[in-house]
């Protein structure tokens, strides 16, 4: 889904000539049927493997590199390609920044900075804080890899969406990350100055247990639409569907 940073997070699904707008389903009753699939790189009907891509193009493209999850094995600014040096040098070489965030507990993050605040706001981040701003990924990669030793780097899903977050002092947090950083990004980090950004999302009802929608094994659901955090969907009866896992799935929605 794609969103737009309002109070709340103003939440979209975009088709090829069309959009629906996701917060104006609050309430109403969504069906969801699993017709087929369609590889985000070749746009073949193949099954997905991983991040919406088939096996192959999952192995090929360089939009699935290793790099996307460990940043820290960026090689662009050394001029090595791993899979297509051009792109590798466009998506790399340009600002990202590290980051802490509260989704579910404490956790470090890495974004480009072009994807602030979409990164935090798909995390289901309530409140989100620039550590620094360096001007590549491999610099954030290395300073994440550093502060995981004493940080999360992951979220814990069930308490996102139950909305289980501890109340914290993110200022007071990264004052106190400076004897972990890497010497290489140390001054990146006493010269970025930021605010916390909170988020709000628009969720009426958080759920108590959370029963995890699959539409391999479960094709067909129908539910009442009580929320949407992060990129999931909150339906009445407990049952949550992450949209962000089902990339290259096509679907048939209906409303009532």
């Known amino acids: 889904m794609q969103t737009e940073f309002a109070s709340p997070v103003q939440y979209y699904m975009v088709f ?3 959009f629906l707008d996701v917060n104006a389903l609050l309430d109403k009753t969504i069906s969801i049927t699993h017709i087929g699939y369609e590889c985000l790189s070749c746009k073949l009907p193949v099954k997905i493997y991983r991040q919406g891509f088939c096996y192959d193009c999952f192995y090929r493209s360089a939009q699935a590199g290793e790099w996307i999850m460990k940043p820290e094995l960026s090689k662009a600014h050394l001029g090595i390609p ?5 792109y590798e040098m466009k998506m790399q070489l340009q600002p990202h920044v590290v980051y802490l965030a509260l989704s579910s507990e404490l956790k470090v993050g890495v974004t480009r900075k072009s994807q602030v605040p979409t990164r935090w706001i798909d995390q ?3 409140q989100a804080l620039s550590i620094m701003e360096v001007p590549n990924r491999y ?3 290395i300073t994440e890899v550093a502060l995981k030793n004493h940080f999360s780097d992951k979220t814990n899903f069930r308490k996102m969406l139950q909305n289980q977050i501890p109340a914290l002092d993110l200022v007071y947090e990264k004052s106190k990350l400076g004897i972990y950083l890497p010497q290489e990004t140390l001054q990146y980090f006493q010269e970025t100055k930021a605010e916390i950004v909170h988020i709000d999302y628009p969720v009426l009802l958080y759920p108590t247990k959370i029963a995890s929608l699959n539409l391999d094994k479960t094709p067909y659901y129908a539910g009442k639409l009580k929320g ?3 990129q999931y969907l909150i339906f009445e009866d407990q049952t949550v569907f992450n949209i962000r896992t089902y990339e290259g799935y096509r679907v048939k929605l209906e409303i009532t």
């Open 82 to 86: 791993d899979r297509d040096l051009e």
């Open 139 to 141: 610099l954030a990669g």
């Open 16 to 18: 090829e000539n069309n």
């Open 228 to 230: 949407i955090k992060g």
């Open 124 to 126: 289901g981040a309530v």
